[in-house]
């Protein structure tokens, strides 16, 4: 087994019975069903029958699943899930008797991981429990891996840039551009693979700020605002260069 999925193994099984997961639904019968079947299978589960429980609770424990509603009292379910995504990283399953596809593609756009609509299968849920806990575990292996590589060799100089991971620090000229959160995360996974195409989905998944609505358009936001602040000419990139269909290749000297 390669290094990368023994550890994500190890850290996924160390994890597993201390893994906590937040019921939101207002159906009484559906909420006790699910809560119980999930304690049964090892995990700690919080319920809520609304939008202000469910904040209640995220503020004061840690989550790492939501099994959310859509069709709440009071609130719509995919505003909740544009606003947890926004606030957290914490996974999203959609859980909902609505069958429009729509509604499945705008819940995905929104920030949520996954979907199941009712009636469901009770195991077929704790499979994409554990696969979404699963995929972020490695996710969160690789971001640490990349930050811990980056911080052995934190000061990386391309033409008349100087990039500080430690400090947080971008210069040109010795002047100092100011980085979002986001846009620094950004350059440091693309100054840790100079001259290595990476999709979309791969850039997203070295990002630990999540926006709302995390989408190839994220991605493509991101890039412009980078190119904006350090292309000579934004529409003739020679940094952040498009390998059309592929992703974006970072080509710093």
Not at 133 to 146: C, F, G, I, P, S
Not at 190 to 217: G, Y
């Amino acid at each position: 087994m390669l290094p990368l999925l023994q550890n994500a193994v190890f850290k996924y099984k160390e994890r597993t019975m201390s893994h906590h997961v937040l019921v939101v639904e207002d159906e009484i019968v559906t909420r006790t069903k699910l809560v119980g079947y999930f304690e049964n299978e090892g995990y700690t589960v919080s319920q809520a029958e609304s939008g202000e429980q469910m904040r209640e609770i995220m503020e004061s424990q840690r989550i790492d699943l939501v099994m959310l509603d859509i069709n709440l009292p009071g609130e719509d379910g995919l505003m909740l899930t544009r606003e947890l995504r926004s606030r957290s990283e914490v996974g999203i399953i959609l859980v909902t008797g609505r069958t429009d596809s729509i509604d499945k593609i705008v819940g995905l756009e929104m920030g949520a991981d996954d979907y199941v609509t009712k009636p469901f299968e009770l195991r077929e849920l704790l499979v994409r429990v554990k696969n979404l806990l699963w995929r972020m575990a490695l996710v969160e292996k690789a971001r640490d891996d990349t930050m811990v590589e980056m911080q052995e060799d934190s000061l990386i100089r391309f033409g008349d840039w100087q990039f500080d991971i430690n400090k947080r620090a971008l210069t040109h000229h010795g002047v100092p551009v100011k980085l979002t959160k986001a846009e620094y995360e950004l350059l440091v996974a693309f100054s840790s693979h100079p001259n290595v195409v990476l999709t979309r989905e791969r850039i997203l998944n070295m990002l630990s700020h999540r926006v709302e609505a995390p989408n190839d358009r994220t991605i493509d936001v991101l890039i412009r605002r980078m190119r904006s602040k350090m292309e000579v000419d934004p529409k003739n990139p020679q940094i952040f260069v498009t390998v059309h269909g592929e992703g974006y290749m970072f080509a710093g000297d």
